[in-house]
């Protein structure tokens, strides 16, 4: 649950509200939703990750941030297959349908990729009336083809 809040404020305040670190790597999506992995995090989280393992064992703290990078992992495998997959059901239909209108049409709304709870509670949600009029548009988008920027994790080349 706490990485559904995670997600939302590093998509909707720190890749879209605010210019920060996140921004340029984010338009760089948007302008190329092949480049679809958070690439340069993985490493320092992994790092981390191995640092508070040390420190605090099986503490509580490496537990929930455990379930933090879950989350993140999870994250990133549902947003490559709204990207490069047929949805297996009608739940990633709607993911994928949200996302892209959010790409498409509506870049300052729906940012929750894996959900729509932050963006309803913070009032953010994909506007029914308006944006929803995309969906059929956004349905008939076939996946991407092609390779994903996923070669550079496992060639560990940081670079853009």
């Not at 349908?97 to 309803?120: E, K, Q, Y």
């Not at 994909?126 to 060639?155: F, K, Q």
């Amino acid at each position: 649950m706490a990485w559904t809040f995670v997600e939302y404020v590093i998509h909707a305040w720190l890749s879209h509200t605010f210019t920060t670190f996140a921004t340029p790597f984010h338009n760089e999506h948007h302008r190329d939703p092949r480049k679809v992995f958070a690439i340069r995090m993985w490493l320092p989280l992994a790092l981390t990750w191995l640092l508070a393992l040390a420190v605090w064992d099986g503490a509580v703290g490496i537990i929930f941030y455990s379930g933090i990078l879950t989350g993140f992992a999870a994250y990133e495998w549902l947003h490559y297959r709204i990207h490069f997959a047929v949805p297996s059901g009608r739940w990633e239909s709607w993911l994928r349908t949200r996302h892209l209108i959010h790409h498409s049409h509506a870049a300052g709304r729906g940012f929750g990729v894996t959900n729509s709870l932050w963006d309803i509670a913070f009032g953010s949600d994909l506007n029914r009336a308006v944006d929803w009029v995309y969906a059929e548009e956004s349905a008939r988008t076939p996946p991407l083809s092609g390779s994903s920027n996923m070669g550079r994790i496992l060639r560990f080349n940081m670079e853009p």
